[in-house]
């Protein structure tokens, strides 16, 4: 009797083994299909619409929690990248662009090979998972998503991309690897005192973004045309008839300033034409000693 007792203890703990057994791998296969299985193609195909979950504000766990592989949220943000990281004795990067920390087999870069100097297309990042409320770019060495490697897994914006912003992110060499300037064209990091292009011209968005290096850094200044609208500044927006131009970047040492530009002589200069409305994005970038300049127009 004993015997036939301690069987049948052992048949149901088999028992019970079994089923607890098919329910974890009923439970794995679920959070498979939600985690990623198949739907990222979809996505992929949607990136251009830039648009975001309604419940985009809701909170969500961090998204540290949710890294790697494929992200599986809504695509949002139009951005656009700028590779003007030099690199400091050795040959300029070249970088691909993700929208997850750490890519893996499933993971498709949204920008591959950007080279120095280049502007990307704009793009629309998908957030880490369903109802994120942000998305976001994580840059890595061309061909390669080590982690640790020139900009390992490192996101490039803090804030994360919302429904309605387009941006310009200009990525450039820092004493902290890389650094980023954003140019705000449209969405929530436009100031709401901003008023665009004025009627019947042009707007230039002007931003600096110079490698860190151990020569001093210059002061650069903005020239259309042979003159510099505001002599001391080069960052910011400024108004230009419609028509062909020459924008140009005019250096002096750190600290001298400028009275005019007359008379001086550009580092870099580009040839352009700018109707009503239109808005070009203006940029001063690379190493102290070789100031480069790089002008795209901004999608309306």
């Not at 691909?96 to 100097?117: C, E, F, I, N």
């Not at 992110?169 to 436009?190: K, T």
């Amino acid at each position: 009797m004993r015997l036939r007792f301690w069987r049948r203890v052992e048949e149901r703990e088999d028992r019970t083994k079994l089923r607890r057994t098919v329910v974890a791998m009923l439970t794995s296969a679920v959070m498979l299909v939600a985690c990623g299985g198949g739907t990222r193609g979809n996505q992929s195909a949607g990136r251009e619409q830039a648009e975001a979950p309604e419940d985009a504000t809701a909170e969500q766990p961090a998204p540290a929690a949710a890294r790697g592989q494929v992200a599986t949220g809504e695509p949002m943000g139009r951005i656009r990248v700028v590779n003007a990281i030099a690199v400091k004795d050795g040959p300029p990067a070249i970088i691909d662009l993700y929208d997850v920390a750490r890519p893996g087999p499933g993971s498709t870069p949204l920008v591959k090979g950007l080279q120095y100097g280049q502007a990307s297309d704009y793009v629309a990042p998908c957030g880490w998972g369903p109802g994120a409320p942000s998305s976001n770019l994580y840059a890595f060495r061309a061909g390669s998503t080590e982690q640790g490697s020139l900009l390992g897994a490192g996101q490039i914006d803090f804030r994360g991309f919302v429904k309605g912003d387009q941006l310009t992110l200009v990525l450039y060499r820092s004493q902290l690897n890389f650094g980023i300037q954003a140019i705000a064209e449209a969405g929530s990091r436009v100031r709401r005192d901003d008023p665009g292009a004025p009627t019947g011209k042009g707007l230039l968005l002007v931003q600096s973004a110079l490698s860190d290096s151990d020569d001093p850094k210059p002061e650069l200044h903005l020239a259309i045309d042979g003159a510099c609208p505001n002599p001391n500044a080069f960052d910011g927006r400024v108004p230009v008839a419609p028509g062909d131009h020459t924008i140009a970047v005019v250096t002096t040492p750190n600290g001298q300033g400028l009275t005019t530009c007359a008379g001086q002589t550009p580092v870099a200069s580009v040839d352009t034409h700018l109707d009503a409305g239109q808005r070009l994005d203006v940029i001063g970038y690379g190493p102290p000693n070789a100031v480069t300049l790089l002008i795209v127009r901004v999608a309306n």
